[in-house]
């Protein structure tokens, strides 16, 4: 049974393990979303786009289990679960690191990857349903229209000002129709409100991945002052 200040130890312990649980959801649930978020885009962002969140979502199962070593270390004054939930943290400390970092660093990339993806599918939206799906479904959301402009519908085979209906943010009459001219088309290119969407999430990945990796190195110094407390209680009985 630990004593003194090492009993304050213990239960800061535990608290910070219900937080950390916490953690665990919040990570899978930002990992989740984001996910989504690029599955909506998944023809205009390389594979590696999805690897970021994926590694959140597991880093945060990874923390809700390790969360349950941390309570039942410190509940029980366990000392080889306590060893192994101080293992477990420093391994997901790197990976959240990692995550973060990786998060960050991807925005870099975004305007080149967004720039090729996007071109090589406009040119292909008549003859490739999957293409004008998500063509349909991207401009629809971020009421954009085009890569740069409207007028890259050009390349698509769309002449004499026409564009695709999910130009406009709204249709009426039996055969609606979307031009240039039209007051309600959409001006702005889907280059730069997706490059901004994708630049957001990058933050958000790296800014949660950073943050709480910093602050679990707190629950890194309780659990191995606990444990070394727990060790040296078991060398005098």
């Known amino acids: 049974m630990v004593s003194g200040g090492m009993a304050c130890v213990k239960y800061l312990l535990f608290l910070f393990n219900l937080v950390f649980a916490i953690t665990g959801i919040v990570f899978i649930s930002v990992g989740a979303v984001i996910l989504i ?23 945060g199962v990874v923390v809700f289990i390790t969360s349950f070593f941390g309570c039942c270390g410190a509940v029980k004054e366990n000392h080889c679960m306590i060893i192994t939930f101080s293992v477990l943290l420093i391994l997901i400390f790197v990976l959240e690191l990692g995550a973060g970092i990786s998060g960050y660093m991807m925005r870099g990339k975004v305007s080149s990857m967004l720039e090729k993806c996007m071109n090589d599918t406009l040119v292909a939206y008549n003859s490739r349903e999957d293409y004008r799906t998500s063509w349909d479904i991207m401009q629809h959301d971020l009421q954009c229209c085009g890569v740069d402009r409207p007028s890259d519908w050009e390349r698509a085979g769309f002449t004499g000002n026409t564009l695709p209906q999910s130009c406009c943010t709204e249709m009426q009459g039996i055969d609606p129709t979307c031009d240039m001219n039209d007051i309600k088309s959409n001006t702005e290119g889907c ?5 901004r969407k994708i630049e957001e999430n990058g933050l958000i990945l ?6 709480v990796a910093l602050i679990q190195l707190i629950g890194v110094l309780f659990a191995c002052c606990l444990a070394r407390s727990i060790r040296r209680e078991y060398e005098t009985v």
């Open 37 to 59: 978020t690029y599955r909506d885009y998944n023809n205009f962002v390389d594979i590696w786009m999805f690897a970021v969140p994926v590694l959140m979502i597991i880093v």
């Open 206 to 211: 790296g800014g949660v991945g950073i943050g």
């Open 191 to 195: 280059k730069q409100q997706l490059q």
